[in-house]
Nanobody, 126 residues
Framework: QVQLVESGGGLVQAGGSLRLSCAAS????????MGWYRQAPGNQRDLVAGISSDGSTNYADSVKGRFTISRDNGKNTVDLQMNSLKPEDTAVYYC????????????????????WGQGTQVTVSS
């Protein structure tokens, strides 16, 4: 089993920045790729960004150029740096682990694994 704990959410004005962190514990040897998802009220949970163990990444089009995902394999952490935040970024953000990031001709694609964090609220005011 893998446990994921997120931190770093909060309230920020449009144009501001936040950094989310996710720490994994337990059977972390089983983790390959990790990612961040978000879910706004009434919406499905959507991928924000994914990262493989070798640092390959995958971003949703809506966050490209504004968000950066990174990880520290030694510390079993994955971070999401969010810049130039917009009100439409408001959502609960979830860390995911145990997924896979595959490379195709059209780009990289992250598929979620079985492990989810409890979520952290990000609210961007206009």
């Amino acid at each position: 089993q893998v446990q994921l704990v997120e931190s770093g959410g909060g309230l920020v004005q449009a144009g501001g920045s936040l950094r989310l962190s996710c720490a994994a514990s337990g059977s972390t040897f089983s983790i390959n790729a990790m990612g961040w998802y978000r879910q706004a009220p009434g919406n499905q949970r959507d991928l924000v960004a994914g990262i493989s163990s070798d640092g390959s990444t995958n971003y949703a089009d809506s966050v490209k150029g504004r968000f950066t995902i990174s990880r520290d394999n030694g510390k079993n952490t994955v971070d999401l740096q969010m810049n130039s935040l917009k009100p439409e970024d408001t959502a609960v953000y979830y860390c995911n682990a145990g997924g896979s990031l595959r490379t195709f001709f059209t780009g990289n694609y992250y598929s979620p694994g079985h492990y989810w964090g409890q979520g952290t609220q990000v609210t961007v005011s206009s």
